[in-house]
Nanobody, 123 residues
Framework: QVQLVESGGGLVQTGGSLRLSCAAS????????MGWFRQAPGKEREFVAA????????YYADSVKGRLTISRDNAKNTVYLQMNSLKPEDTAVYYC????????????????WGQGTQVTVSS
């Protein structure tokens, strides 16, 4: 069992930066794939980024490549999403996800989810 708690969301102007954190509980965190998804009002939840274990390979949606960076600190049981050059279209609730064998872009293949944190980018 893994429990996830996101933090770090907020209001930022276009071009600004935020860093989201996801704190995980559970002894096997370090062996899980970790991901970030987002959901804007009236839209489906969509894949943003994922990081694999143990090689820490990363994967990104085309819309965020070069602006968002996922990383993990296994010693702290935490995964991060550094968000730079933010745009109004990045406005959404951001969710952390964990699974030991998820297909990255398929939200239905992730077993564990956090409660989400709101990110709002003003124009």
């Amino acid at each position: 069992q893994v429990q996830l708690v996101e933090s770090g969301g907020g209001l930022v102007q276009t071009g600004g930066s935020l860093r989201l954190s996801c704190a995980a509980s559970g002894r096997t965190f370090s062996t899980y794939r970790m991901g970030w998804f987002r959901q804007a009002p009236g839209k489906e939840r969509e894949f943003v980024a994922a990081i694999r274990w143990p090689d820490a390979n990363t994967y990104y949606a085309d819309s965020v490549k070069g602006r968002l960076t996922i990383s993990r600190d296994n010693a702290k049981n935490t995964v991060y999403l550094q968000m730079n050059s933010l745009k109004p279209e990045d406005t959404a609730v951001y969710y952390c996800a964990a699974d030991n064998r998820a297909i990255y872009v398929n939200k239905d293949s992730w077993a564990y989810w956090g409660q989400g944190t709101q990110v709002t980018v003003s124009s």
